[in-house]
T-cell receptor, first 114, second 113 residues
Framework: DADVTQTPRNRITKTGKRIMLECSQTKGHDRMYWYRQDPGLGLRLIYYSFDVKDINKGEISDGYSVSRQAQAKFSLSLESAIPNQTALYFC?????????????FGQGTRLTVV | GESVGLHLPTLSVQEGDNSIINCAYSNSASDYFIWYKQESGKGPQFIIDIRSNMDKRQGQRVTVLLNKTVKHLSLQIAATQPGDSAVYFCAENSGGSNYKLTFGKGTLLTVNP
């Protein structure tokens, strides 16, 4: 089983719909992240959480919200999806060990907004 | 502002050759750097990392070089194999202990048999 699991893997939704992407991890890490990947733009940070009671905005948080339901679960919501939110979304985790720690990524969720 | 960029968006090499992928960063306060490999349809996978108090680190067939004077990072892959074909990203921790990775745009490496 994957250490970081994202559901769904693929989703097509209509403009204006609310959609939730879910992430769960078995690594026991406190820190979790949501990234968005667009062609030619790399990965950009949407939101991150350092523990269950901590939520922080990343560089592109507008139009998104998150919920940290438990240490192992971090969900990303699009309140009213729009076509330019079509992208590949990645969840990641990292250990709480200061500044030198790799991030582990899920397999990604491909979201298409039509 | 903060940015992590790559000099070459694509790199094509022959199998068995050495590959060098370059990355420039602008945040002099970044203290930790990672190279990730992303294969088609998969999430990024860790390759190698380096702290800012080092200038070189070696792994299995890979070496990362860090030049803080010119804010430059490179990934060297020895004896490149077809399985190395992927997009490679450099990332920097720009948040210190508030760990937050900023990614470059990626370089597509194609290995020709």
């Amino acid at each position: 089983d994957a250490d970081v699991t994202q559901t769904p893997r693929n989703r097509i939704t209509k403009t204006g719909k609310r959609i939730m992407l879910e992430c769960s991890q078995t690594k026991g890490h406190d820190r979790m992240y949501w990234y968005r990947q667009d062609p030619g733009l790399g990965l950009r940070l949407i939101y991150y959480s350092f523990d269950v009671k901590d939520i922080n905005k990343g560089e592109i948080s507008d139009g998104y919200s998150v919920s940290r339901q438990a240490q192992a679960k971090f969900s990303l919501s699009l309140e009213s999806a729009i076509p330019n939110q079509t992208a590949l979304y990645f969840c990641a985790t990292s250990a709480t060990s200061g500044s030198s720690s790799e991030a582990f990524f899920g397999q990604g969720t491909r979201l298409t907004v039509v | 502002g903060e940015s992590v960029g790559l000099h070459l968006p694509t790199l094509s090499v022959q199998e068995g050759d050495n590959s060098i992928i370059n990355c420039a960063y602008s945040n002099s306060a970044s203290d930790y750097f990672i190279w990730y490999k992303q294969e088609s349809g998969k999430g990024p996978q860790f390759i190698i990392d380096i702290r800012s108090n080092m200038d070189k680190r070696q792994g299995q067939r890979v070496t990362v070089l860090l030049n803080k004077t010119v804010k430059h990072l490179s990934l060297q892959i020895a004896a490149t194999q077809p399985g190395d074909s992927a997009v490679y990203f450099c990332a920097e921790n720009s948040g210190g202990s508030n760990y937050k990775l900023t990614f470059g745009k990626g370089t597509l490496l194609t290995v020709n048999p």
